[in-house]
Structure formats: structure tokens, C-alpha cells
């Protein structure tokens, strides 16, 4: 057997190892998102108020959108070592919150050391998601990406129902009807660390760069004595993919005054933001229309919706590259979202509008938490990625800040005396989805122009690339002697 052959299949069971292993740290990267499955029992424990409790979760919420230094750390030392620093970050954050359920006495009237330790929490599952998204992004190229990163973050998009599930499970233990206080939560904690070190080790040992299939097959495996003794099954020659930037490679701070980057920058902001703030807030709009009852099921049809739509996306926009961008599987579900904003500025109390809004916007937000990193490495390329992703990360969590921030001071504005804390009715909302309704079409504006950007820069490449060609012919004829 060639050498080259044997090279090349010794390479993708390194590259399906670490594809798997980074599969197994998207799943664990999703903790912090578990918060209400044990925020009851977590309330109680330490007889925090609702404004502490969120508080708490807010800074958990903040670890994770400094993602940017993960990714100049990850671009200087490379994935084993950021798997490391992920150890060692995200377990001491789940160590501590296990210490202060034993300290309980003393935490319970100092809750600025739980906002730190959800922090570090936060800032532990971003090093975790970073280490093993930029090294997918990497090991694959441009025909596979979408449905690689589509696999991973529809992981890491369920990681939050996975660890849900094993506290309802396995830690409640029948104490959820007023005596929450008594679930085992410090167990909880420590099972998170224990399998934190364990999943990481494995990224430690697993976790690679490897280099892309053209050259690994540095000689052509299929030459001309292999064609005329062996039959075509048997002659290996793997697809080459050109793997260059379409925009041209940039990162770093200069890439935030790109044109093209703030288009993207500006749609993640919109869309994530209207995503996030709907799903973290399905049970308070459930509650203002008696349906409270649904919340269970609603509260698992969004992030589902979320995880289906990344896998689709990611696929979808890998078989339709050679026709038309990434963007344009984008541009399909931002429509889609603008249209449910404006239907539930009027039907929100609808029940069948409240499953389909469900869908849609969990359905949205998991496309452009997959088709963004994917376009991001195809426009700009992958050796600044970890910046350039990190910028994204920040882009998604400012407007989900913004848009909490207008979510609730509507809500609390049209509370009526009497109700305490529930606003009831439709007009606790409209104002909110009207806003929603009009920024996602403004990013459908932005997406339409960076499609046409995309396209302008695709036609220039290939003319400069036919330029090219012309020239090295000519030259080539000039050099050839007369007959």
C-alpha cells in the first residue's frame, strides 16, 4: 500500500478522534445553562432573593461572552493546552460553588463570592466550547464545515437539557414540593467538576491540528503505473478543497473596522439577542397568559428546534456552497424570525402561536450559532478564528443585554397594582415584540447587502484567479521554441 495512503487514513482516525472528543466537551460546555433546573434548591439553600439569584446568573452569563482571549490563547498554544487551561478553570469554578454549599452559613450573606465563582464557571465552559469548536473548524475543510460545526453546537446547544435531565433525575430526590433546600445539590456540583477533569483530559490527549487532505497527499497516490494495473475502486485520490478567505485573512482588533465583519457583528447581535431573550423568558410569558402548566413542554421545544436547525443548517449550507453563500440559509430564517415577531405583537396569547414561535425562534438562533462561526472561517479565514469568534460571542451577549433590559422594563411598566410581582395580558409584550420585529428587519437589510458582497468578492477572486492563468499561458508560449 502507498505510504501516502497509509499517511492519509492514519490522519482521519486522528481527525474522527477528535471530532468525537470535542462532541463529548461541547456536551459538558452547557452547564451554566442547567441554572434553572437547581435554582430553586440553590434559592433556598443559601435564602438569596430573586434579584441576588439573577444577579448570580447574569455574571455566570458574562464568563461566557469574554471569548476573544480564549481565542488569541488558543491561536499562540493550540488546543492542548487550552483544553488544560479549561480543566483547570471550569472544574476549580464547580469546586467552589460545591465549597460554598458546605460554607453554606457564611455564603448565604455574601453572595458577591457566588457572582465571582458563576463567573469562573462561565469563563471555564467558554475556554471548553473554544478549545473544541477551533479545532473542528480547523481539521475540516470548507465542503464538510458546516455540517461538522452544525454537529458540535447542536451538543453544545443540548448540554444544558443533558445536565437538566440528570439533576431531575438524580439529585432532586422527590424534593421539589417546598422543601427544595434539601436536594443534593453540592453533589451536583461535584459530579460537574468530576466530569469536567475527565472530559478535558481526554481533549488534552485527543485534541490536534492536522493538516488538510492536500498535504497530507503531497504525491499524488493515483499515478500513472497504479491506473494501468489496478482497477479505479482501488486508485485513492480524496477530494482537494480551496481553503482560501474569501474576504481576505484578517483578525485581531483591525478586523472590527471591516465592513464586512460589522455586517455579521450586527446580525449576531440582532438575531441572538431576540433569540436569548425569548427563550429565557418563555416561562414569565407563559404566566402572564395562565398557561403555566405548558412551560415544561415549550421550555424543551425551543432548545430541541435549536439543536435540529444547527445540524440542518450546517448541512444544507455545506451542499448548496458552490451555488450560492452561507448567508443565504441565514436570510431564510431571519425572514422567518422578522415574520413571528410581527404575529405576536397581536396572537402572543395564542397557544398555537406561542409552539410556533417556539420553533421558529429556537430554530433561528441555532442557524446563526451554527452558520456564523462557519462563515467567519470561510470569509476571513481560521488562523485568526479565536479572535474573530470570541468578537462574536461579545456581539451576541450585548444584545441579549439590551434586549433583556427592554424586555423587563416593559414587563414592569404594565404590572397593574394588585398583581405583585405577574404582568398579565398581551400589552406586557407588544411594545417588546415590536421592537424584535423592526431590528430583525433591519438585519435582514444587512444580510441582503453582505450577500451581495460576498458575491462581488467570489466574482473578483475568480477574475484575478483567470487573470492569472491567461498571463502564466502566455508566458509559457512565448518561452516555447520556434518549429
Known amino acids: 500500500m502507498d505510504l501516502s495512503r497509509i499517511r492519509y487514513d492514519r490522519v482521519m482516525i486522528r481527525r474522527t478522534t477528535a471530532f468525537i472528543v470535542a462532541l463529548m466537551g461541547m456536551a459538558i460546555s452547557g452547564t451554566l445553562y442547567a441554572f434553572s433546573a437547581f435554582e430553586p434548591a440553590f434559592k433556598k439553600t443559601f435564602g438569596y432573593d430573586q434579584s441576588e439569584v439573577e444577579t448570580i446568573s447574569a455574571m455566570g452569563n458574562v464568563g461566557t461572552c469574554i471569548g476573544f482571549p480564549v481565542g488569541i490563547f488558543f491561536n499562540r498554544y493550540g488546543p492542548k493546552w487550552t483544553a488544560f487551561l479549561g480543566l483547570i478553570v ?45 479545532t473542528t473548524i480547523n481539521n475540516y475543510p470548507l465542503r464538510l464545515r458546516g455540517t461538522v460545526v452544525g454537529c458540535v453546537d447542536a451538543m453544545y446547544g443540548g448540554s444544558a437539557a443533558i445536565f437538566a435531565a440528570i ?14 433546600e434539601k436536594q443534593n445539590l453540592k453533589g451536583f456540583f461535584l459530579m460537574c467538576a468530576i466530569v469536567i477533569v475527565i472530559v478535558n483530559i481526554l481533549a488534552i490527549i485527543f485534541l490536534k491540528l492536522l ?131 410581527f404575529i405576536s405583537m397581536f396572537f402572543l396569547g395564542s397557544y398555537a402561536v406561542l409552539v410556533l414561535n417556539s420553533i421558529v425562534i429556537g430554530a433561528s438562533f441555532g442557524s446563526i450559532w451554527c452558520l456564523t462561526p462557519t462563515m467567519i472561517s470561510e470569509l476571513f479565514g481560521t488562523r485568526n478564528f479565536g479572535w474573530n ?50 431590528t430583525a428587519v433591519y438585519s435582514i437589510i444587512l444580510t441582503i447587502r453582505l ?33
Request: aromatic share 14%.
Open 90 to 134: 471550569y472544574s476549580s469554578g464547580y469546586m467552589l460553588m460545591w465549597m460554598s454549599v458546605l460554607l453554606k452559613d457564611y455564603f448565604s450573606t455574601a453572595y458577591g463570592w457566588q457572582c465571582l465563582f458563576y463567573f469562573i464557571v462561565g469563563q471555564g465552559s467558554t475556554i471548553t466550547y473554544m478549545a473544541c469548536l477551533m
Open 451 to 483: 450577500i451581495q458582497r460576498i458575491n462581488d468578492a467570489i466574482k473578483r477572486k475568480k477574475s484575478r484567479r483567470g487573470s492569472v492563468g491567461c498571463r502564466n499561458i502566455t508566458d509559457s508560449n512565448k518561452h516555447q521554441p520556434d518549429a
Open 167 to 180: 439533576y431531575a433525575g438524580s439529585f432532586v430526590n422527590g424534593h421539589d414540593n417546598g422543601d427544595e
Open 211 to 341: 493538516p488538510p487532505d492536500e498535504e497530507i497527499l503531497s504525491v499524488n497516490v493515483c499515478t500513472q503505473d497504479s491506473v494501468s494495473t489496478k482497477s479505479n475502486d482501488s486508485c485513492f485520490e480524496p477530494d482537494k478543497d480551496t481553503d482560501d478567505a474569501i474576504l481576505g485573512d484578517m483578525g485581531g482588533f483591525s478586523i472590527l473596522i471591516n465592513l464586512d465583519f460589522q455586517y455579521i457583528f450586527w446580525i449576531a447581535n440582532i438575531g441572538g439577542g431576540v433569540g436569548l431573550t425569548y427563550m429565557n423568558n418563555v416561562s414569565s410569558i407563559l404566566e402572564s397568559f395562565h398557561l403555566g402548566k405548558d412551560n415544561g413542554f415549550l421550555s424543551t421545544l425551543t432548545p430541541v428546534a435549536s439543536c435540529v436547525a444547527r445540524i440542518i443548517a450546517g448541512y444544507v449550507s455545506d451542499r448548496l456552497i458552490h451555488r450560492v453563500p452561507r448567508a443565504t440559509i441565514l436570510l431564510f430564517w431571519l425572514i422567518l424570525l422578522a415574520v413571528m415577531q
Open 389 to 438: 469568534w470570541g468578537w462574536m460571542m461579545l456581539s451576541t451577549a450585548t444584545g441579549t443585554i439590551v434586549y433583556q433590559r427592554v424586555f423587563a422594563a416593559i414587563y414592569q411598566f404594565y404590572i397593574r397594582p394588585g398583581d405583585g410581582l405577574t404582568c398579565y395580558g398581551l400589552k406586557c409584550y407588544r411594545w417588546t415584540f415590536m421592537m424584535a420585529a423592526v
